[in-house]
C-alpha cells in the first residue's frame, strides 16, 4: 500500500478541518470567519486545478445563469404568514435536541440559538424557494451576527420590535400573541418563542433539551418570570 503524499495528507487534513468546522454546533465569530476563509480557500483551489476543464467551465456558466435567472426572473416574495408558518415549523423540528450553552446546530443548542436557528432555517428556505436573495441575505446576516438573549429583547441591529413589556406567561392570554413572537426574560439570561395554541417552545439549560410547553403551568419558574414580549422586525409587517 502506498503512503499518502504531503500534499494528499494536506488535502485530508483540510477536509477533516472543514468537517469539523461545518458539524460545530456552537457559533461563534472566529468559527465561522474560520469556516468562511476555508470554504473560499478550497473552492478556489478546486476551480485553479480545474481551470483548463471546457467541461467544468460550462458546469460554471450554467449554474451562474441558473442561479443568476432564479434570483430575478423567477423571484417571488416571501409573505408574513408564510414566514411565520415556515418559522414555528423549523423550530418544531428541534424539539428534543439538546441543550448547549453557545449551539445553535441539531447537535446541540441554547435559548437564543435555537429562536435565531429556526429564523435562520425559515429564512434561507423561502429564500431558496422562492428565489428570493433579500430572505437568503437576511438568513445570512442573522447566521455570521450572534445574538443574546438580551440582544433579541433590546432589538439589536434592529432585528426584533418590543411587543409588550413587564408581563408574565402564566397571566398572558395567547390571543394577545402570535405564533413566533419572543419572550425574553427582564434579566435578559433566558428566551423562548410561542408555538400557538398556549405552546412556547424553549432550549432549558435546568431540564437540558429542547421542549414545548403550555401555559399557565405552576412547575415552570420561567413562566412566572417578569418578561418582554418581541417581535422578528420581518413578522411585524
Given amino acids: 500500500m502506498n503512503a499518502f503524499s504531503l500534499s494528499q495528507r494536506r488535502q485530508?487534513?483540510?477536509?477533516?478541518?472543514?468537517?469539523?468546522?461545518?458539524?460545530?454546533?456552537?457559533?461563534?465569530?472566529?468559527?465561522?470567519a474560520s469556516w468562511l476563509a476555508l470554504?473560499?480557500?478550497?473552492l478556489a483551489w478546486l476551480l485553479w486545478r480545474g481551470r483548463r476543464s471546457r467541461s467544468l467551465r460550462w458546469l460554471l456558466v450554467a449554474v451562474i445563469v441558473s442561479a443568476g435567472g432564479w434570483f430575478t426572473v423567477g423571484s417571488r416574495?416571501?409573505?408574513?404568514?408564510?414566514?411565520?408558518?415556515a418559522y414555528v415549523q423549523a423550530l418544531a423540528g428541534y424539539a428534543g435536541v439538546s441543550y448547549l450553552w453557545g449551539g445553535e446546530s441539531r447537535l446541540g443548542i441554547d435559548c437564543s440559538g435555537?429562536?435565531?436557528?429556526?429564523?435562520?432555517?425559515?429564512?434561507?428556505?423561502?429564500?431558496l424557494t422562492h428565489g428570493n436573495a433579500?430572505?437568503?441575505?437576511?438568513a445570512v446576516r442573522l447566521w455570521w451576527?450572534?445574538?443574546?438573549?438580551?440582544?433579541?429583547?433590546?432589538?439589536?441591529?434592529?432585528?426584533t420590535v418590543a411587543v409588550m413589556d413587564q408581563v408574565t406567561l402564566n397571566t398572558l392570554g395567547g390571543d394577545m400573541l402570535q405564533p413566533g413572537d419572543i419572550m425574553v426574560t427582564a434579566s435578559g439570561i433566558h428566551c423562548m418563542v410561542y408555538l400557538g395554541d398556549?405552546?412556547?417552545l424553549q432550549a432549558d439549560p435546568t431540564r437540558g433539551l429542547v421542549f414545548a410547553e403550555s401555559v399557565p403551568s405552576r412547575t415552570n419558574p420561567w413562566y412566572a418570570s417578569p418578561a418582554q414580549i418581541v417581535r422578528w422586525r420581518q413578522l411585524a409587517v
Wanted: charged share 15%.
Fill in 12 to 32: 485530508w487534513l483540510l477536509g477533516i478541518l472543514w468537517a469539523l468546522l461545518t458539524l460545530c454546533p456552537v457559533n461563534r465569530l472566529l468559527l465561522r
Fill in 39 to 42: 470554504t473560499a480557500g478550497m
Fill in 77 to 85: 416574495p416571501v409573505t408574513t404568514p408564510e414566514l411565520r408558518a
Fill in 114 to 127: 435555537l429562536v435565531r436557528r429556526g429564523f435562520i432555517d425559515a429564512n434561507l428556505w423561502l429564500g
Fill in 134 to 138: 433579500a430572505a437568503v441575505a437576511t
Fill in 145 to 159: 451576527h450572534d445574538q443574546s438573549a438580551a440582544a433579541l429583547r433590546d432589538g439589536e441591529a434592529g432585528t
Fill in 198 to 200: 398556549s405552546r412556547w
